[in-house]
């Protein structure tokens, strides 16, 4: 069964702090990969899209990378902010037989402390 | 350019009812794609619609089904509601089919209760 793992389930760490979310996934092929955060009772916003032909993507202080021979992706966050408190979600799809979708981890709710 | 927009944004059910809900996606896109989130099971895929064809379908009753308009706006409807139902229904669409390594944009999802 394919899947997707996020670990830790939560974390909190001082504003300020970088920090490191972590996503693994059981299938090497592997089309791309996206991380979203989600807001309590909100829909999810797309952060970062890496391509399977790509090793990182980096938007403003986040830094997503992706190891598809460990079947690892890493969220960096640099200098964290109170408004990053939220869910992160990452999401994969996975080569399946012409039957991919995206296949979401179950997340890390983070929390800033200010 | 305005986003996915879905409707109605909170909706409470009792059980044996059906529901229909509703998504409309970023202008210009064709692919729409239904997700169930619960606190227990997280995010799973119900099915993508590209070009008002369902071109892929998770692994949910087929109490669960779905439709695309010639304008891309999809409906999905669920038949004999059960308390299990109850959960955030969240849309997303993209420009293709999200496997042709496109991102997905979300809308903000209806909240369906079933009592």
């Known amino acids: 069964k394919q899947e997707v793992t996020q670990i830790p389930a939560a974390l909190s760490v001082p504003e300020g702090e970088n920090l490191v979310l972590n996503c693994s996934f059981t299938d090497s092929a592997i089309y791309n990969l996206q991380w979203f955060r989600q807001d309590p009772g909100k829909g999810l916003t797309s952060l970062l899209l890496i391509q399977s032909s790509q090793r990182e993507q980096t938007s403003g202080r986040l830094n997503a990378s992706l190891d598809k021979s460990s079947g690892r992706s890493t969220l960096y966050i640099a200098a964290s902010q109170p408004g990053d408190s939220a869910t992160y979600l990452c999401a994969a799809i996975l080569s399946n037989f012409g039957n991919e979708k995206l296949t979401f981890g179950t997340g890390t709710r983070l929390t800033i402390i200010p | 350019k305005a986003g996915v927009t879905q409707t109605p944004r909170y909706l409470i059910k009792t059980r044996g009812q059906q529901v229909t809900l509703s998504c409309s996606p970023i202008?210009?896109?064709?692919?729409v794609s239904w997700y169930q989130q619960t606190p227990g099971q997280g995010l799973q895929f119900l099915f993508e619609?590209?070009?008002?064809?369902?071109?892929n379908k998770g692994n949910f009753p087929g109490r669960f089904s779905g439709r695309q308009f010639s304008n891309s706006r999809s409906e999905m409807n669920v038949s004999t509601l059960e308390l299990g139902d109850s959960a955030l229904y969240l849309c997303?669409?993209?420009?293709?089919?999200?496997?042709?390594?496109?991102?997905?944009?979300f809308g903000p999802g209806t909240r369906l209760t079933v009592l």
């Open positions: 997303a669409s993209s420009s293709w089919s999200p496997r042709d390594t496109d991102t997905q944009y």
């Open positions: 202008s210009g896109h064709r692919s």
């Open positions: 619609y590209f070009s008002e064809t369902q071109r």
